[in-house]
Structures are given as C-alpha cells and as structure tokens.
Nanobody
Framework: HVQLVESGGGSVQAGGSLRLSCATG????????LGWFRQAPGKECEGVAA????????YYADSVMGRFTIFKDTNKNRLDLQMDSLNPEDTGVYYC??????????????????RGQGTQVTVSS
C-alpha cells in the first residue's frame, strides 16, 4: 500500500502559523477516519484533529480548538492541517494517520496503525 507521507513541518515563533500536508494515497478509499496526532518529547501521543472520510464532520482536541483546522481533498488524496496561533506547547512530531472507527474522534487517532513517518514542528517563544 502507498504510505502516508507528511510534509510542511518546520520552525516558527510563537503566534505564527504552519500548514501540514499529508499524501493519503488510497487510504481515503479503505478507511473512514483521517487525522493528525502529535508526540512531544517525553509525552504521550495526543490526537489533535480528525475528519470523516465520507463526510465533513471534524473533531479537535481541546488544546487546539479554534487554532487548528483540518481539511481533506479526497480527489487529490490529501489531508491538511492548518495551525494558527502556535505556542511552544505545540512543539512535537506530527503524524498523519488513517483508520476505521465506529465514531471518528481526535482522541482515537493515535491508535491507528496506518501512519506516516512524521514531520517536526518546533515553536519557539
């Protein structure tokens, strides 16, 4: 299967923005839930955003609500995460993931085995 491939990470100052992209390949046809999770040094993985493949409902962790926006383009097999008002607590490796769930939620995203290699996001104060 085609791998999930993230891009768009980098370094930014607090208050800045970044947009992450993920090439989802054929996972948009084999799953019903796409999302992003992150892992900060020394911390557990945290699901930050999720979106239903067959619909438009989106789900966010409380920590990113109102600052992050998840987008999907199923025609282009692409999943994006727009991150605004970034703060140092957003620093970490961000992963794109895809899976099948009865209910698509941001919390469940880290449980997906189908995931990319990750892209580093560093926010400095």
């Amino acid at each position: 299967h085609v791998q999930l491939v993230e891009s768009g990470g980098g370094s930014v100052q607090a208050g800045g923005s970044l947009r992450l992209s993920c090439a989802t390949g054929d996972y948009t046809f084999r799953t019903n839930c796409l999302g992003w999770f992150r892992q900060a040094p020394g911390k557990e993985c945290e699901g930050v955003a999720a979106i239903e493949v067959g619909g438009s409902k989106t789900y966010y962790a409380d920590s990113v609500m109102g600052r992050f926006t998840i987008f999907k383009d199923t025609n282009k097999n692409r999943l994006d995460l727009q991150m605004d008002s970034l703060n140092p607590e957003d620093t970490g490796v961000y992963y794109c993931a895809a899976g099948v769930l009865t209910m698509c939620t941001a919390f469940a995203i880290p449980s997906f085995a189908n995931r990319g290699q990750g892209t580093q996001v560093t926010v400095s104060s």
